[in-house]
């Protein structure tokens, strides 16, 4: 059964780069500081978020310049997405706002001396990030640089990448590809998106008497807080699961216990393998947190077009032992348990922990992040050329503990997951040794 996806060594490119050009609004936008909202600008989502997506060469495209096209529709999308255009400031009780200068993002022209079928005959992470997405000197930091930064390069084979870099404290994962997606309608020829952007963020505000109603044990903070996997030298593998290896997974639960979703599943499966990995001592706290899209659990929900984060993290806790002595189906327990308790009082509960207590980060020790990314529309963004080759996240970023589950169809094109992991070489070959033994098929 294929487990792993076939090379983990990013290709080496000969990248031929122009200078980085600001692409500013079409047409005048309104100057005005638009605050985030208090769960945008909590200390854990001030990083920046890359992602990438490698498109084919199309005949009834010749002759356009998939660089221009892509700059062009930039600049009507901001239009409508002018807040993107302008720059982060802090205020007072260090929030975050966005003054709309409309000073544009930077963009990048590129060519690559390879051709698409060079990334292998299944594209997917590790990627050469470096050379596909110009690390602009001085942009990396929060506050007065770019909110999104996007490099085009073109292939030998007429194909092309398009990979950018976003402010998380923005935007989400789905706030970032509604802004992408917008770019592809204007780049086939439209003059307004058909998802209209909401700002909103107002709703998204703690109120005048701040009360943590809920226990945040993702938020704790400790005197130490490490990464549990915080080695120099991680190795990045991507695992493919398709139904056969879902299907032999299932089979570790019992039949009479309700349906879980493949999420729920492979997370907890992927925590147990990892957690027995690491060789803990059985006493230790181990943490699995995992991204929960809160937009409809508002009442009344959150409107379609609201691009500004908008997602739990919650955490479940248990000592590594529990993980590792016990069953799936304990695990899917847990996890069930913290995903019944999001709706919109525990969101406030967020919102109010964060100016309570200084918008604190995510707690990193010993934890295991997860996200769902099957569903944001990366694979999805048509610039003219049809649907990307493979879309998604160019890294895990800031976050050597995360894992982002991404659609990928491999060259049958049958649908699978793809989850790309980080270990030690020692750890990971554990880990795998793990997934293997629950990946046999019980006769």
Same mark, same amino acid.
Not at 72 to 100: H, I, N, Q
Not at 106 to 133: N, Q, T
Not at 401 to 418: H, L, P, V
């Given at each position: /059964?294929?487990?792993?996806?076939?090379?983990?060594?990013?290709?080496?490119?000969?990248?031929?780069?122009?200078?980085?050009?600001?692409?500013?609004?079409?047409?005048?936008?309104?100057?005005?500081?638009?605050?985030?909202?208090?769960?945008?600008?909590?200390?854990?989502?001030?990083?920046?978020?890359?992602?990438?997506?490698?498109?084919?060469?199309?005949?009834?495209?010749?002759?356009?310049?998939?660089?221009?096209?892509?700059?062009?529709?930039? =600049?009507?999308?901001?239009?409508?997405?002018?807040?993107?255009?302008?720059?982060?400031?802090?205020?007072?009780?260090?929030?975050?706002?966005?003054?709309?200068?409309?000073?544009?993002?930077?963009?990048?022209?590129?060519?690559?001396? =390879?051709?698409?079928?060079?990334?292998?005959?299944?594209?997917?992470?590790?990627?050469?990030?470096?050379?596909?997405?110009?690390?602009?000197?001085?942009?990396?930091?929060?506050?007065?640089?770019?909110?999104?930064?996007?490099?085009?390069?073109?292939?030998?084979?007429?194909?092309?990448?398009?990979?950018?870099?976003?402010?998380?404290?923005?935007?989400?994962?789905?706030?970032? /590809?509604?802004?992408?997606?917008?770019?592809?309608?204007?780049?086939?020829?439209?003059?307004?998106?058909?998802?209209?952007?909401?700002?909103?963020?107002?709703?998204?505000? =703690?109120?005048?008497?701040?009360?943590?109603?809920?226990?945040?044990?993702?938020?704790?903070?400790?005197?130490?807080?490490?990464?549990?996997?915080?080695? =120099?030298?991680?190795?990045?593998?991507?695992?493919?699961?398709?139904?056969?290896?879902?299907?032999?997974?299932?089979?570790?639960?019992?039949?009479?216990?309700?349906?879980?979703?493949?999420?729920?599943?492979?997370?907890?499966?992927?925590?147990?393998?990892?957690?027995?990995?690491?060789?803990?001592?059985?006493?230790?706290?181990?943490?699995?947190?995992?991204?929960?899209?809160?937009?409809?659990?508002?009442?009344?929900?959150?409107?379609?077009?609201?691009?500004?984060?908008?997602?739990?993290?919650?955490?479940?806790?248990?000592?590594?032992?529990?993980?590792?002595?016990?069953?799936?189906?304990?695990?899917?327990?847990?996890?069930?348990?913290?995903?019944?308790?999001?709706?919109?009082?525990?969101?406030?509960?967020?919102?109010?922990?964060?100016?309570?207590?200084?918008?604190?980060?995510?707690?990193?020790?010993?934890?295991?992040?997860?996200?769902?990314?099957?569903?944001?529309?990366?694979?999805?963004?048509?610039?003219?050329?049809?649907?990307?080759?493979?879309?998604?996240?160019?890294?895990?970023?800031?976050?050597?503990?995360?894992?982002?589950?991404?659609?990928?169809?491999?060259?049958?094109?049958?649908?699978?997951?793809?989850?790309?992991?980080?270990?030690?070489?020692?750890?990971?070959?554990?880990?795998?040794?793990?997934?293997?033994? /629950?990946?046999?098929?019980?006769?």
């Amino acid at each position: /059964m294929a487990l792993m996806a076939q090379d983990t060594t990013p290709l080496v490119l000969n990248v031929t780069r122009g200078k980085p050009e600001l692409v500013r609004p079409a047409q005048p936008t309104p100057q005005e500081l638009k605050p985030l909202s208090d769960i945008d600008d909590q200390e854990g989502l001030r990083f920046q978020m890359p992602a990438i997506m490698f498109y084919r060469a199309d005949p009834s495209m010749d002759g356009k310049d998939p660089v221009k096209v892509v700059k062009d529709a930039l =600049a009507k999308a901001l239009v409508f997405y002018y807040p993107y255009a302008g720059r982060l400031v802090e205020g007072p009780t260090r929030k975050l706002s966005v003054d709309c200068t409309g000073e544009g993002l930077p963009f990048i022209e590129a060519d690559a001396d =390879a051709r698409l079928e060079d990334f292998g005959d299944e594209i997917h992470p590790p990627f050469p990030l470096e050379d596909l997405l110009y690390d602009i000197p001085g942009t990396d930091g929060m506050l007065g640089t770019p909110l999104i930064i996007v490099q085009v390069t073109r292939l030998k084979c007429g194909g092309f990448i398009i990979a950018l870099r976003a402010n998380h404290s923005v935007c989400d994962g789905t706030g970032v /590809m509604q802004f992408m997606n917008a770019v592809g309608e204007m780049g086939r020829g439209s003059d307004t998106p058909s998802v209209l952007p909401v700002w909103d963020r107002e709703r998204l505000i =703690a109120g005048e008497s701040p009360k943590v109603s809920f226990p945040h044990p993702e938020y704790d903070q400790h005197e130490v807080d490490h990464h549990s996997n915080g080695e =120099a030298n991680l190795l990045q593998q991507s695992f493919l699961f398709g139904p056969t290896e879902l299907e032999a997974l299932r089979r570790h639960i019992p039949p009479h216990i309700k349906q879980f979703s493949t999420f729920d599943i492979l997370s907890a499966c992927l925590w147990r393998c990892r957690t027995i990995a690491l060789g803990l001592d059985p006493n230790e706290e181990v943490r699995l947190c995992f991204a929960v899209n809160a937009r409809t659990k508002f009442n009344p929900p959150l409107e379609k077009g609201y691009y500004g984060n908008a997602c739990a993290f919650p955490a479940v806790c248990a000592k590594a032992g529990e993980i590792c002595n016990n069953k799936v189906d304990y695990i899917l327990g847990l996890i069930r348990n913290a995903k019944s308790e999001i709706n919109e009082e525990y969101m406030r509960s967020i919102m109010d922990l964060m100016v309570t207590k200084d918008r604190p980060h995510f707690t990193v020790r010993q934890t295991y992040v997860v996200s769902d990314l099957r569903h944001l529309g990366f694979a999805d963004v048509d610039i003219g050329w049809g649907k990307p080759v493979f879309g998604g996240p160019a890294s895990n970023g800031s976050i050597p503990d995360a894992s982002f589950f991404i659609s990928f169809k491999n060259k049958k094109g049958e649908t699978m997951i793809m989850v790309p992991i980080s270990l030690s070489p020692p750890v990971m070959d554990v880990f795998v040794q793990e997934l293997r033994e /629950m990946l046999k098929v019980e006769p």
